[in-house]
T-cell receptor, first 113, second 117 residues
Framework: NAGVTQTPKFQVLKTGQSMTLQCAQDMNHNSMYWYRQDPGMGLRLIYYSASEGTTDKGEVPNGYNVSRLNKREFSLRLESAAPSQTSVYFC????????????FGPGTRLLVL | AQKITQTQPGMFVQEKEAVTLDCTYDTSDPSYGLFWYKQPSSGEMIFLIYQGSYDQQNATEGRYSLNFQKARKSANLVISASQLGDSAMYFCAMRGEYGGATNKLIFGTGTLLAVQP
């Protein structure tokens, strides 16, 4: 049982380049999330998808777009990368109420030069 | 607005001793959930324990227990019999609310725990 998987694990981009971070879960969860983690800070929500076909902005959505491709997959796209987007990106999915525990992928380390 | 506060940036504990990691929260929601996650140096986020706001008893999971004091809005994590493998960053999180939905997590800034032999 793989849980939540993310690709790639590491990525270096030049300012202005674009890329898509991929996330997939095999736990049949409805809700999926994208977070970023910066040094000295906890995780901050970028976007989330409460169910297939829906997406909503989180706390820090600027500079990102998402696609909920199907129930399993939720991708995060940086259209024009900026150095401020250097971070570790985590994807998560959550089980049902009432607990709705979020389970995280291993993360993607992104460096934008 | 919801907020999680972890006031201990770092802590040391001797192997086999118990340690308490502090977490206070702020919310006006009558129903909420509190979580603790562990992040070892390898970077993954590992779910440890959950406490619901209406749960009558403090949550326990093996060596982890959550000291939930609702009136004081605190949800401290207690690790009993610390092991070297417990050395990691620990995050407290709350299921908060953005724009009407209720299942997003708000994280504290974390506590770095170092277990000494």
């Amino acid at each position: 049982n793989a849980g939540v998987t993310q690709t790639p694990k590491f990525q270096v981009l030049k300012t202005g380049q674009s890329m898509t971070l991929q996330c997939a879960q095999d736990m049949n969860h409805n809700s999926m999330y994208w977070y970023r983690q910066d040094p000295g800070m906890g995780l901050r929500l970028i976007y989330y998808s409460a169910s297939e076909g829906t997406t909503d902005k989180g706390e820090v959505p600027n500079g990102y777009n998402v696609s909920r491709l199907n129930k399993r997959e939720f991708s995060l796209r940086l259209e024009s990368a900026a150095p401020s987007q250097t971070s570790v990106y985590f994807c998560a999915s959550s089980d049902v109420r009432p607990q709705e525990t979020q389970y995280f992928g291993p993360g993607t380390r992104l460096l934008v030069l | 607005a919801q907020k999680i506060t972890q006031t201990q940036p770092g802590m040391f504990v001797q192997e086999k001793e118990a340690v308490t990691l502090d977490c206070t929260y702020d919310t006006s929601d009558p129903s909420y959930g509190l979580f603790w996650y562990k992040q070892p140096s390898s970077g993954e986020m590992i779910f440890l324990i959950y406490q619901g706001s209406y749960d009558q008893q403090n949550a326990t999971e093996g060596r982890y227990s959550l000291n939930f004091q609702k009136a004081r809005k605190s949800a401290n994590l207690v690790i009993s019999a610390s092991q070297l493998g417990d050395s990691a960053m620990y995050f407290c999180a709350m299921r908060g609310e953005y724009g009407g939905a209720t299942n997003k997590l708000i994280f504290g800034t974390g506590t770095l725990l170092a277990v000494q032999p």
